[in-house]
């Protein structure tokens, strides 16, 4: 499913020093650019079918393969690789963000470098949701959608996110305008508490977050449950696709 997209390699050190590889999926040579962080199920076909829409609405898109079989989903499967994978995913972890978020913001400072006209935006979703508030903390990453953004898992009042890249993301945001988080209201993974804690960090003074709710059960607005969500989740799609639009095709 992935034929038509080129593969390379990307090595990164985390913080620790130690290096991490991963393979990285990309499609089109535009520009803007929009980096999908994939959710715990995988990158199966409806998280390709989202990188397709992008590509079709005139972005560049990259896939970083972190974890799981290609093209298919694998639930319980990833789960148990994530957990073993502990010197990149820390799960539970409050105050701080995971180490392969350092590995994500090489990527999109690799990705930046390659041409000053490139513009980066990124969609985080569910375990990786958070992922895309951290990156907008980097100078390389201009835009970001947090799609049911869960951890630290269980502990939904809390934020995967160190102090300094709060108040980094908080200026950017302040500078550039704010950035998108989306859930279904009835979503028990990524709780009400989880946007207020969300809205208590970042709003206190101004919108750095756009908020979109969407009613019913469902978990992944932009993937797996896109067409369960009906109409609202296809706006919150085209939403998307606008806010990416508006800014990383007319800086």
Not at 103 to 132: P, Q
Not at 146 to 160: C, D, N, T, V, W
Not at 178 to 186: D, E, G, I, N, V
């Amino acid at each position: 499913m992935l034929d038509d997209f080129e593969k390379r390699t990307f090595s990164a050190p985390l913080a620790s020093g130690e290096e991490v590889s991963h393979d990285v999926y990309t499609k089109g040579d535009a520009a803007a650019t929009v980096v999908v962080i994939q959710e715990l199920p995988g990158i199966g076909p409806e998280t390709i079918s989202l990188a397709e829409t992008l590509h079709q609405q005139g972005f560049r898109v990259v896939l970083p393969h972190l974890f799981g079989p290609l093209g298919k989903v694998s639930l319980g499967g990833n789960l148990l690789r994530v957990f073993c994978m502990r010197k990149e995913f820390h799960l539970f972890e409050k105050n701080q963000s995971s180490p392969v978020v350092d590995w994500l913001k090489a990527l999109c400072r690799d990705i930046k470098a390659e041409s000053d006209s490139t513009t980066i935006g990124v969609i985080g979703m569910c375990l990786t949701g958070n992922f895309a508030i951290s990156l907008v903390a980097d100078e390389s990453v201009l835009a970001g959608v947090a799609s049911q953004p869960s951890m630290p898992f269980f502990r939904p009042e809390s934020l995967h996110m160190s102090g300094q890249e709060i108040d980094q993301a908080r200026e950017h945001l302040s500078l550039h305008g704010p950035m998108l988080a989306m859930r279904f209201k009835q979503d028990k993974l990524c709780t009400g508490a989880k946007f207020a804690a969300l809205q208590r960090t970042f709003n206190d003074d101004r919108e750095r977050i756009k908020f979109i709710e969407l009613p019913g059960k469902g978990h992944s607005v932009l993937t797996l449950d896109l067409v369960k969500g009906g109409e609202p989740a296809q706006q919150a799609l085209q939403e998307v696709l606008d806010y990416f639009s508006r800014l990383l095709k007319t800086a």
